[in-house]
């Protein structure tokens, strides 16, 4: 139990990050072709629909490229790409934020990206919330295949609130719309992206006034695997490459807009505190 509340108070308080060593330079052609798998409806980082598959698709292709390594990539239900890569039967999935169960079954990359993640209720039956406890009472909605903050899991395993799951998080959102639910608690970004896109279905909701967590995304493969081991040297490496050369903020300015810029150079000093 301490360990797990360590972990609750570590990535609420900003992510329990531990700074990447600097790649070396490697010839990582022994890979041969890396298969990945990534999931649907999670805009505007990853989705068939959008350019180049959303932003973090993006970069992570990118930084393959630059390690030198060729990927293939599949589109598949959360939990199966999560399944078919602790199995094996995928090299590395993205892009995935720290749980407890994730942490201990597979390796990480550097951070990707990080998010922030908000409150969503109904306006005419607002939540005062000022910590996870608050939350206690209501019934809130997780998409299918979504890893829970660790302060809901925490709480749902006490049976303190109930959590309910829907395919995707526009079915969760228009669940509080309609009152089937209390709250959601999504990324900013992403809650954005699909107001923008359906404002009728969703204009009953309102975001909390202080934000839930900031979480990182990460690729992620099985752990205790060699071979997943040098898929995320490769891609640590080009991501290092993609960074230093700017190719990743011109990537984050395409899909985000340049306000992307103060926010992930904010972060970068956090993760690479000796550049």
Known sequence: ???????????????????????????FTSLGVVRLATGPDYPPFSAEELPDGGVITQLVRAAFERAGVTVTLETLPWRRGYEMTASGAIDATFPYAETETRLEQMLFSTPIFNVDVSLYYRRTAPIVFRQPLDLAPFTLCAPIGYGLSPSIAELAQLDVLTVRETPSPLSCLRQAVLGRVDAVVLPRLQVRFLMDRFPNDLQGLTEAPRPFERRWNYLIGRKHAPRTQLVIEAFNHGYHILRKSGARDEILVRHLGVGALNWVRLTDQMIYPDE
Do not use: E, K, N, Y
């Open 1 to 27: 139990m301490v360990s797990r509340l360590v972990i609750i108070v570590m990535i609420f308080l900003g992510g329990a990050i531990a700074a990447p060593t600097r790649p070396a330079a490697q010839d």
